[in-house]
């Protein structure tokens, strides 16, 4: 595993890469970014047969970029640029969690580049309840001693007797890219972004999801039945490829090998 950067027009995009051969898979981390949040995860799909590129989104990790005054249209373009610096050809983009919009984004406006879209959560209609956006509150409040808060983000983010494990990567999350990507979500309409292009979609969501609640996944396909496969995994949350890996690793390497993608 090794990390690198790419240079954009306005960014500097930090990107995590494993593996050399084999089918790309391209991964945008949640809105708070942490993308070696996903090492195993990604060690997991090169054992398989895939090659992995990951990245940070702006103001997290070692990306930089503009924070203020943008839209998911800036967010996608750092992840294009990052499919297009590695990728030769359409490739497979897996958006976890805030990603999930920005890959929707991107399928929406480089569809050429997609092989297929997967979603791990997908957010975007249903919120979560007032009770876990007050945990979502108190998780990023810094004056509250690191126990509480931690606690407050399990409450926020994962599924009941959870919880978040030893070598979670928390230096690498972001209060100013979660801040940045909320505010480049409202400046964007729903509607740009929600259908995820034309192309074939899976869904593979944590059933107790709070933060994106699995209804917003079921809308998704309910609307787009032709094109949109579902899975919910039992026991997740909000990190299903954290709460329930070997489940999540199952769905996902399941659906790429149906899609002829894996061998």
């Known amino acids: 595993?090794?990390?690198?950067?790419?240079?954009?027009?306005?960014s500097r995009i930090e990107v995590m890469l494993h593996g050399r051969s084999g089918p790309l898979v391209f991964m945008h981390p949640e809105a708070f970014g942490g993308i070696r949040g996903d090492t195993r995860?990604?060690?997991?799909?090169?054992?398989?047969?895939?090659?992995?590129?990951?990245?940070?989104?702006?103001?997290?990790?070692?990306?930089?970029?503009?924070?203020?005054?943008?839209?998911?249209?800036?967010?996608?373009?750092?992840?294009?640029a990052v499919i297009e610096r590695y990728g030769d050809g359409p490739v497979v983009i897996i958006g976890h969690a805030g990603g999930n919009r920005v890959?929707?984004?991107v399928a929406t406006l480089?569809?050429?580049l997609v092989r297929v879209l997967i979603l791990v959560c997908a957010g975007g209609r249903v919120?979560?309840?007032?009770?876990?956006?007050?945990?979502?509150?108190?998780?990023?409040?810094?004056?509250?001693?690191w126990a509480e808060r931690l606690a407050a983000a399990e409450v926020a983010f994962l599924a009941p007797g959870n919880h978040f494990p030893d070598y979670f990567p928390w230096p690498d999350y972001s209060f100013a890219a979660a801040t940045a990507w909320g505010a480049a979500g409202r400046a964007?309409?729903?509607?740009?972004?929600?259908?995820?292009g034309t192309g074939r979609i899976f869904v593979v969501q944590g059933a107790q999801d709070p933060a994106a609640p699995p209804q917003n996944g079921h809308l998704l396909r309910d609307e787009f039945p032709d094109?949109?496969?579902?899975?919910?995994?039992?026991?997740?949350g909000h990190f299903p490829q954290i709460e329930q890996p070997q489940a999540t690793l199952?769905?996902?390497?399941?659906?790429?090998?149906?899609?002829g993608l894996l061998g």
């Open 110 to 112: 480089r569809p050429e």
């Open 188 to 196: 964007t309409n729903t509607d740009e972004w929600w259908a995820g």
């Open 250 to 259: 199952a769905a996902v390497a399941g659906f790429l090998r149906r899609e």
């Open 127 to 145: 919120p979560p309840s007032p009770e876990v956006s007050a945990a979502t509150a108190r998780w990023r409040d810094d004056s509250l001693p």
């Open 41 to 80: 995860f990604a060690e997991a799909l090169v054992a398989l047969g895939a090659r992995f590129v990951g990245m940070n989104p702006r103001g997290s990790g070692g990306s930089m970029g503009p924070m203020t005054e943008i839209t998911l249209h800036d967010m996608a373009a750092d992840a294009i």
């Open 103 to 105: 890959g929707r984004m």
């Open 1 to 10: 595993m090794r990390f690198e950067f790419v240079e954009t027009a306005t």
């Open 227 to 236: 094109r949109v496969e579902l899975v919910d995994i039992e026991g997740a």
